[in-house]
Every structure is written in C-alpha cells, then in structure tokens.
C-alpha cells in the first residue's frame, strides 16, 4: 500500500519559517504537492512538483513557499518562510500517478501535520 507521511507541522509565530517533509513509499510519482485546509476553507492547493521539478503555487504563497523533491528519497518538502496567521491549516500531502494512454490517474493522500501561525 502507498503510505505518505508527513512531518514538520508546529506552532509559530508570523514571520517565521516552517519545513514540512512528506515521505512516499512505493514508487516515484508523477506529480506530488501540498495542500491545505482549516476550519474556514475549503481543501486548497498550495504547491505542486513534477518529476521533472517543474513547480506551481497558488497565488497566496508565490514567493514564500517553495517545493522541492528528492525522487532517491521519495520524499516532497515544503518550505515556508514569512508565515501569516491565514497559513494556518492541516497540511496534506498528495501523490498522483498517471498514464496519459489510457487517461488513468490515481492518487492518495497523507495524514496531515498542522500549522499553526500566531500573530
């Protein structure tokens, strides 16, 4: 079974920085990414990598998070500097495997690390 594992998650306070780490078992996925959800949104897309690194963020964190991959580890990493008190959400990790021949698309999802941003 895939397994994702997230870590990284704390309390802090505005301004400071946070690394999340997702650790994948299994085989190297397509795409992996982050995304968020709190009490009072909806689960959004924070950040996305491809195999390739290509990256995309969501509009509300460009220039202040950075994803990053390691694919000998299998591991996604979610760097956060300048941290706002809306960052605050339950973080989850997110592996998507693809074939484009048949149009198949499969993904799972980790079991969340919280961040909590103090103003």
């Known amino acids: 079974q895939v397994q994702l594992v997230e870590s990284g998650g704390g309390l802090i306070q505005a301004g400071g920085s946070l690394r999340l780490s997702c650790a994948a078992s299994?085989?190297?996925?397509?795409?992996m990414g982050w995304y968020r959800q709190s009490p009072e949104k909806q689960r959004e897309l924070v950040a996305t990598?491809?195999?390739?690194?290509?990256?995309n963020y969501a509009d509300s964190v460009k220039g202040r998070f950075t994803i990053s991959r390691d694919n000998v580890k299998n591991t996604v990493y979610l760097q956060m500097h300048s941290l706002r008190p809306e960052d605050t959400a339950v973080y989850y990790c997110?592996?998507?495997?693809?074939?484009?021949?048949?149009?198949?698309?499969?993904?799972?999802w980790g079991q969340g690390t919280q961040v909590t941003v103090s103003s």
């Open positions: 299994g085989s190297i996925f397509n795409i």
């Open positions: 990598i491809t195999t390739d690194g290509t990256t």
């Open positions: 997110r592996a998507d495997s693809f074939r484009k021949a048949d149009s198949f698309r499969e993904f799972w």
